[in-house]
């Protein structure tokens, strides 16, 4: 969807006039799911692009002021959920600006391993409630998208590989014990950094209850093989959910390189380094 500066202007400036008088500025590059604006020094407005983001403004506003005051790291705080408006057809979100750089690869270390260990060790020990956000699609949902990505990236990657991980994946043992709290989308493009330190987590869109298998997608997009080691040494991972986690690395990052690889080198790049990664385990 095309958004741009002015429709976001009349968007705030139509349904939360106090904040009218703010000035408003876009912030690019951005993530692949929203177009986001810095509002003022304290704000950001972040619209979705796509159908794929339409619920991330009223999951995080439900659920982010429960679950952030137990969690290590910093997390957006939302402040309003906007409504479509103007021929804009969903609801957006303003949030306080959480300062910082977009993670990547060079902050990977044994210290940020036991900090992202912490936070998902935390948001697993939380309560789960009666009646926790959706969790979209599983793996098995994802089976035919998956394969015909494989099929469209062959010539680029080894398909016969692909394959055979994605089996395995779907085929390994399920998650059998108490369902638990998962970011859904943990990856390096969600996490923020302050002097080469991570300081925040972002975008909780996947945000759900169940197999915490999916989270496992960090170390796949973050780390080398040796701190990936301890990530899963530090978290306790048993051989099933390693598996599955590397299915979702491997369903992620193939989704991603076929929508985004051949209109960005950038994210060509990280896709497939995803994708070699979760191949490699």
């Known amino acids: 969807m095309e958004i741009d500066t002015p429709l976001v202007r009349r968007l705030v400036d139509g349904q939360f006039p106090q904040w009218a008088g703010l000035p408003l500025r876009l912030v690019d590059p951005a993530g692949s799911d929203h177009v986001i604006h810095r509002l003022g020094d304290e704000l950001a407005v972040r619209l979705p692009r796509h ?51 977009v993670a990547t690869v060079e902050v990977d270390s044994v210290d940020t391993v036991a900090i992202l260990g912490e936070f998902l060790g935390a948001l697993q020990r939380l309560p789960v409630p009666a009646r926790p956000p ?74 759900g209850v169940g197999d915490p298998a999916r989270d496992l997608m960090m170390a796949f997009t973050l780390m080398s093989p040796a701190t990936r080691a301890v990530f899963r040494e530090t978290l306790g991972v048993d051989d099933a959910t390693w598996l599955r986690g590397r299915g979702w ?33």
């Open 51 to 101: 159908e794929g983001a339409i619920n991330q403004a009223r999951v995080e506003a439900a659920w982010l002021p429960r679950l952030a005051p137990h969690l290590p790291l910093a997390v957006p705080v939302p402040v309003a959920v906007g409504e479509p408006a103007l021929g804009y057809p969903w609801s957006w979100a303003v949030n306080r600006w959480l300062a910082g750089e």
């Open 134 to 207: 959706s969790v979209g699609r599983g793996l098995a949902e994802r089976d035919a998208d998956t394969r015909a990505a494989i099929a469209s990236v062959a010539g680029v990657f080894d398909g016969a590989a692909l394959t055979a991980l994605w089996e395995d994946a779907l085929s390994a043992p399920a998650w059998g014990r108490p369902p638990v709290w998962f970011h859904g989308d943990f990856h390096t493009g969600n996490l923020l950094t302050v002097g080469g330190r991570v300081s925040a987590v972002i975008d909780f869109g996947g945000l």
């Open 249 to 281: 690395a491997l369903a992620a990052g193939l989704n991603a390189y076929c929508a985004y690889a051949v209109s960005s080198p950038r994210i060509a790049g990280h896709t497939t380094r995803q994708i070699t990664a979760a191949l490699a385990g």
